[in-house]
């Protein structure tokens, strides 16, 4: 359940409102200041590193960097790579999400269910996705459908057991709440415990994401002709440090961009449930 902690003080003979920030935190100006000091901080020790202390082929400067982004935007070769990553992601991240929800939502509220398929979850969610890229590539080639599997692999798992914890928190007395005033248990789960669980899931495909993100680069190392993990495959074998670099960053802003997109949706969208408590 949502607080409000705001409380009064008085001051100079007027009671004035006070409404502190959550958790004590700075106001949002305040912390785009210090996010962009940390920013600045980071690329100035990363700088001095590459110039003084590290050879700068094994650790190019942030303007090497920079520098080898020009070309790769000019000639539309790192937008051919974002996007086949991206959509390679939107896929299997939306298929592993699906199926994580429905069957996290079944094995929640079923008992047998539950106790019949606990034992496989809990032995294959700690197999990661690299782990299993050669049955991924026997089973369905080395084309997008080995791709789609691996990220399925890397996000069902996470969202099937945070979305089996939602149900199971659902608070007790809203189900007998809402049975005392003669709902079905069709009724029951569409309007009881499914809200209750949306933001344990909505937590997990946040975790999800981050795994989906992880995922792919292995499985385009191993098998693919485009996307990010490809581009950071071939600019390793030709020792490409600053084209290495240009790949990782992208992942990680990628990756940055998407969670905050998730949180802006889903905070937009699915507000009423975000903030039940």
């Known amino acids: 359940m949502a607080t409000d902690r705001s409380f009064s003080v008085q001051l100079a003979g007027r009671r004035v409102l006070l409404r502190p920030g959550a958790g004590g935190r700075a106001a949002p100006a305040v912390r785009l200041v ?10 100035a020790v990363w700088q001095a590193l590459s110039s003084y202390v590290i050879n700068p082929h094994l650790l190019p400067p942030p303007v090497r960097v920079a520098r080898a982004v020009g070309p790769m935007l000019s000639t539309g070769e790192l937008k051919a790579h974002v996007t086949a990553s991206l959509a390679r992601i939107a896929v299997g991240f939306s298929m592993g999400s699906l199926a994580g929800v429905a069957f996290g939502l079944v094995a929640g509220r079923v008992a047998m269910v539950a106790d019949l398929t606990d034992p496989q979850l809990q032995f294959f969610r700690f197999l990661s996705p690299t782990a299993m890229i050669p049955l991924a590539i026997i089973w369905f080639g080395i084309g997008e459908l080995s791709k789609y599997f691996l990220i399925l692999y890397a996000t069902f798992f996470i969202v099937v057991i945070n979305t089996i914890a939602g149900v199971a928190a659902t608070p007790t007395v809203r189900i007998r709440a809402a049975q005392a005033m003669g709902a079905r248990p069709v009724q029951i789960f569409l309007f009881v415990i499914l809200p209750s669980a949306v933001p344990h899931v909505l937590s997990g495909m946040r975790v999800a994401l981050a795994s989906a993100f992880m995922a792919i680069i292995p499985a385009e190392m191993l ?19 600053d084209r290495i670099f240009v790949a ?29 408590g």
């Open 248 to 276: 990782l960053a992208m992942i990680s802003l990628l990756g940055f961009a998407s969670d905050l997109a998730f949180r802006l949706l889903i905070g937009r969208l699915l507000f009423r449930y975000t903030q039940a």
């Open 34 to 43: 210090r996010y962009a000091v940390s920013v600045l901080l980071t690329l």
């Open 223 to 241: 098998a693919a002709e485009s996307g990010l993990g490809f581009l950071l495959q071939q600019a390793g074998l030709l020792v490409q440090t």
